[in-house]
T-cell receptor, first 110, second 111 residues
Framework: GQQLNQSPQSMFIQEGEDVSMNCTSS?????WLWYKQDPGEGPVLLIA?????ELTSNGRLTAQFGTTRKDSFLNISASIPSDVGIYFCAGLFTGNQFYFGTGTSLTVIP | NAGVTQTPKFQVLKTGQSMTLQCAQD?????MSWYRQDPGMGLRLIHY???????DQGEVPNGYNVSRSTTEDFPLRLLSAAPSQTSVYFC??????????FGSGTRLTVV
């Protein structure tokens, strides 16, 4: 299957700091998604990106579809304790089958 | 609007036992899939279905069976549970390429 590499694997940050994470693929994708998984829950969709170069925000979250179509980036500004969780990227070339990254675990220290 | 409902939430099995993990969605989504989540491994696709009567294997299908007799339901069967199948299982559904809606997961322990 497709390999999606997310980095970093984990982050420990102080409340109020900004966060950046990224996802890279060996193949091009036509859709990139970012999910957040709270402890003990299923992943929830945060942001969807459909065009190379697209920049989309959802509150304090901003994601970008890389111009090469092989990468995507997620930024969180002014982190708060409820940002804790695992963030997954997912890519789609065609059809319905998304491929998921291995996740970035975020810990926010009050 | 319930979304994707998974049952049970927790299950403990003995090695060799069989069981079925249930998944139902009420959004009329054609595509449904099962993933397992293990520490450091992300989400790995077990089986998927593009519509009623159609199923196919994903990345890690061994030891699991699925069927899709209706649009709403997509059960996952463990034929003979093994400790390696201890994991968190997620069912997801989608329509087109609009992203998946996930259930809240089933936490399975095989002893």
């Amino acid at each position: 299957g497709q390999q999606l590499n997310q980095s970093p694997q984990s982050m420990f940050i102080q409340e109020g700091e900004d966060v950046s994470m990224n996802c890279t693929s060996s193949s091009i994708f036509n859709t990139w998604l970012w999910y957040k998984q709270d402890p003990g829950e299923g992943p929830v969709l945060l942001i969807a990106l459909y065009k190379a170069g697209e920049l989309t925000s959802n509150g304090r979250l901003t994601a970008q579809f890389g111009t090469t179509r092989k990468d995507s980036f997620l930024n969180i500004s002014a982190s708060i304790p409820s940002d804790v969780g695992i963030y997954f990227c997912a890519g789609l070339f065609t059809g319905n089958q998304f491929y998921f990254g291995t996740g970035t675990s975020l810990t926010v220290i009050p | 609007n319930a979304g994707v409902t998974q049952t049970p939430k927790f299950q403990v099995l003995k090695t060799g036992q069989s069981m079925t993990l249930q998944c139902a969605q009420d959004m009329n989504h054609e595509y449904m899939s099962w993933y397992r989540q293990d520490p450091g491994m992300g989400l790995r696709l077990i089986h998927y279905s593009v519509g009623a009567g159609i199923t196919d294997q994903g990345e890690v299908p061994n030891g699991y069976n699925v069927s899709r007799s209706t649009t709403e339901d997509f059960p996952l069967r463990l034929l003979s549970a093994a400790p390696s199948q201890t994991s968190v299982y997620f069912c997801a559904s989608s329509y087109g390429g609009n992203g998946y809606t996930f259930g809240s997961g089933t936490r399975l322990t095989v002893v």
